[in-house]
């Protein structure tokens, strides 16, 4: 359940703002400034009194911080279980690329600190822009995480110990930072609070679900393969792959060596060319081979896994990749990810960063398959070093022939259980000829033959009831040239 959510869009949950001789407190557009103004070793705090979620067994923090001054050894992070500033935990980071969680209790006049896990080297820290610290708890283990990376798990019961229920922000030191978000939920964390989703739909992903069949086998997938119309090119190479991966898969079993490879493919070409299909086939070919245990495709865009706000695409992404283990991850028009500036700043940036992580770290879990049209997906994969590694096979997918259109027509007629007249099959090769010869980028291929097929059995519909009385089999599964018009 989520129990806290802010963005600072506004000030709605009354931050300290003030600005003195010692600290600025300030709201800012879309993030909260938190500034320490003398130089020594003194610290600056701003926090919020939260509803108590320490003694629960699960719970979930997540706060996005960007540090804004030129100082690299003096900490900054969240801090937690306060009941005032000189009692309290304290997970901090500095810019040189060190954490530290300590424990400040205060007795009288007598101050006392028990560090758990003193300044500690961590390479994921990042020196420029955004750093997402978190604090998970799972039973009784508390697992801490720097930009998605876990660096420490610790005992649950040495830190829910807490002296008070306030939640905040600490700088240390004379220097700056912007908190952009924070993020507080209890219950099930590992499935990102699946069981309340209308009140954290923000940081979930959207996406569709395909399964396998129950009675797959690798026949029948290398024979839906071969029944698609056209993509000859592309049938060879996902028949070459196939080989590829049947003989390592032999190999292994034998207890010989297996040659590593790439199993993260880019399907690049129009829309309507049967890139999801592949996708899915994809999904069950890896299956069968062995190399994914479930084989299910997990379908999404740009719009599924980018938040609206700094901190939620990371979540979304999470969900996404959890969702697609021992599946495959198809994200379509994938190049909406990569901004035409570089920005590091745009949340498709961070969006890919988190999932080229994710790659890395369950590289055995799960596989990705982007997809989206052939010059724009060329620049996704040279936009960044970390997506040309990884994507090393790219399937080319073209505009289908009218006379392919014509195929998927009839497939379409054939399956639904009508049949064309003479006039009717003329009209559609002439359909398509002109579709075909004034094509855009846009063209839609084989949806726009779905298009046609639908439109036609609609205004079928419309004439035989309209102009006959009696009806017969044969008119009600012919289109006719009229219903083609």
């Not at 900490?75 to 997970?91: I, P, T």
């Not at 905040?168 to 924070?182: P, T």
């Not at 495959?328 to 960063?353: P, R």
């Not at 997918?397 to 049949?419: R, S």
Request: aromatic share 12%; proline share 1%.
């Amino acid at each position: 359940m989520l129990i806290f959510e802010e963005h600072f869009q506004d000030n709605r949950h009354k931050w300290s703002i003030k600005d003195t001789e010692d600290c600025c407190l300030a709201m800012g557009n879309n993030y909260y400034t938190l500034e320490y103004k003398r130089s020594g070793n003194g610290n600056w705090l701003a926090w919020q009194s939260l509803k108590d979620f320490y003694n629960q067994s699960e719970f979930h923090v997540h706060v996005v911080l960007e540090h804004m001054t030129s100082s690299i050894n003096h900490g900054f992070g969240f801090v937690w279980g306060l009941s005032d500033a000189k009692n309290r935990f304290e997970f901090v980071i500095c810019k040189s690329g060190y954490y530290r969680i300590s424990k400040y209790a205060s007795n009288n006049e007598n101050n006392k600190t028990n560090t758990f896990v003193d300044w500690k080297t961590c390479k994921e820290i990042r020196r420029l822009g955004l750093n997402v610290l978190e604090m998970r708890r799972s039973g009784e283990a508390i697992n801490f995480y720097i930009n998605s990376t876990i660096v420490e798990t610790l005992s649950a019961n040495s830190l829910t110990q807490v002296f008070g229920h306030k939640f905040g922000f600490i700088v240390h030191g004379k220097q700056k930072i912007k908190v952009h978000s924070l993020t507080i939920a209890t219950g099930n964390t590992d499935n990102n609070y699946q069981s309340n989703k209308s009140q954290h739909h923000a940081t979930e992903a959207s996406f569709r679900e395909h399964e396998p069949p129950t009675d797959d086998t690798l026949d029948k997938i290398l024979a839906e393969l071969q029944s698609l119309v056209g993509l000859d090119d592309t049938k060879k190479q996902l028949l070459s792959l196939s080989n590829f991966l049947k003989v390592q898969t032999e190999r292994k079993l034998r207890g010989l060596k297996v040659a590593e490879t790439s199993m993260h493919l880019v399907l690049s070409g129009p829309p309507g060319t049967g890139k999801t299909t592949l996708a899915r086939l994809m999904g069950r070919l890896y299956k069968q081979l062995g190399y994914l245990e479930r084989g299910h495709v997990v379908e999404t865009d740009r719009a599924g896994i980018v938040g609206g706000y700094i901190g939620q695409t990371a979540l979304k992404v999470d969900n996404a990749v959890k969702q697609a283990f021992d599946g495959v991850l198809f994200i379509d028009e994938a190049y909406a990810l990569a901004s035409k500036d570089q920005s590091s700043n745009d949340f498709g940036h961070e969006a890919l960063q988190t999932l080229l992580k994710r790659m890395e770290d369950h590289r055995d879990r799960f596989v990705v398959i982007v997809a989206g049209y052939t010059k724009e997906m060329n620049y996704f994969i040279a936009s960044n070093p970390g997506l040309q590694s990884r994507f090393s096979r790219t399937f080319d997918f073209d505009h289908y022939t009218p006379n392919e259109l014509v195929l998927i027509f009839n497939k379409f007629c054939q399956d639904n259980g009508y049949t064309l007249s003479f006039k009717a099959r003329v009209e559609v090769q002439k359909i398509f000829a002109d579709a075909y010869s004034k094509r855009s980028k846009q063209f839609g291929n084989g949806r726009f033959a779905r298009t046609i097929f639908e439109q036609a059995i609609e205004h079928q519909a419309n004439r035989i009831f309209e102009g006959i009385s009696e009806l017969d089999d044969s008119e009600l599964v012919l289109i006719a040239v009229e219903d083609l018009k």
